[in-house]
Each structure stands twice: as C-alpha cells, then as structure tokens.
C-alpha cells in the first residue's frame, strides 16, 4: 500500500507542531508549510505522486487557504482539501464546499472527526466505492429534504445566505421567535448537528 500524505499548510505553528505529530503517530508521511506560499512554489516544483491530501487552513496572512486552493486548480493539481478554521464563519463554510472541499472542520476539532474527513479523503482514490457510497448519501439526503415544508424550505435558503433572525424575520413577513422555531425544525429534519454541518451537506447534496 502507498504511504499516505498529509500535507498541513497552517500559520499557527503550535497547531503544526500537533497535528504532525499526532498524523505522523497514526502512520501518515506529514509535510507542513507556515505560508501559503512557499506551499505553492512546493507543489509547482514537485507535485505530490501517490495518495496525498491537503489539509488547510482558510485564514492566514497574504494568500488565504481559499486563494491557494484556487492557484492549485489553476496548475492542475486537484489533491482533496480538507479545510480548518477557528472562526466557524458561515459563508466561508460555503465557498470551501463549493471549492470541492472534503470537508470543513472548525477548531478546535475531536479527532475523531479528522479521522472521519482523512477517510473521506483517502477514499477517493478509489473510485467505485466512492461513486457508490455517493450515491447513497445524496438519496439519503433528498429523503431529508423532502421532510420540509416550503416556508421551511424558503428559512433554509436564507440560513445558507448567513442571515441573521431578525433579517430573516423581515424577510418572510414572521416574528423572530417563529424563525427559531423554524429554524429547530428544519435542523432536526435534516439531522444537523450544526450549522456547519448543515451548510455541508446543502452545498454538497449529499449526507455527510
């Protein structure tokens, strides 16, 4: 079996130091980088070769995980992103999954759900299990959907927009306590366990 790579591109180097170390002990090869940067030039100079997944960041000084991710597509080095951040913003959460992202991890996160993602991630060099097991979660996914009603359908947009309660009160014509209800509803319908999870499995059309 190919030794598996786990390259780390995060500025806080205490996180860095961890997080090798734990990744090393569970038999990953670990290759972190504290710029952006200076992983990009990496990757240009030598593209990773065999199984390999990125786990980054979003917000770092100068080139923010997003953008770096964006310049990996532009060369054609499409390894799966497994993204982190310490701010659970919404929005972000969003433009990650639409990036094609694995999966999004606010800090500080169990390890338990890092191992889930690096399964995730690994996963997808074997094709016809994924495809499969894809499948699936999105049908699971649609059975959830269908558990909403439209007005729940309509909150669930806005949710995905980041907008706050009292906007989305204004919004559909509601008080601010009938959209907590609302929004209970719908995250118990389609089994969230958070709004990150929720934005997960909206951008991505599937169970996660």
Not at 43 to 51: N, R, T
Not at 66 to 83: A, F, N, T
Not at 120 to 149: C, I, K, Y
């Amino acid at each position: 079996m190919s030794t598996r790579t786990i390259f780390i591109v995060d500025d806080n180097a205490e996180f860095r130091s961890s997080a090798q170390w734990w990744l090393a002990s569970a038999g990953y090869e670990v290759v972190d980088f504290a710029d952006p940067a200076d992983a990009l030039d990496a990757f240009q100079a030598s593209p990773p070769e065999g199984p390999a997944c990125l786990l980054l960041d979003v917000r770092m000084p100068g080139m923010s995980g997003l953008d770096l991710h964006d310049r990996l597509h532009e060369q054609g080095l499409k390894l799966p992103v497994i993204y982190m951040t310490g701010h659970g913003d919404v929005p972000l959460a969003v433009q990650a999954m639409q990036k094609g992202a694995v999966s999004f991890l606010e800090k500080p996160f169990a390890d338990a759900a890092l191992e889930e993602a690096l399964d995730r991630a690994f996963s997808r060099h074997e094709a016809a299990p994924v495809e499969e097991a894809g499948d699936d979660a999105h049908r699971q996914w649609q059975q959830r959907l269908a558990r909403l009603t439209p007005r729940e359908k309509e909150l669930l947009a806005w949710v995905v927009e980041d907008k706050l309660n009292k906007t989305i009160a204004d919004l559909m014509g509601i008080s601010i306590k009938t959209v907590e209800l609302h929004r209970k509803r719908v995250m118990d319908k389609l089994e969230a366990q958070s709004v990150t999870h929720l934005i997960k499995m909206v951008v991505g059309g599937r169970v996660v």
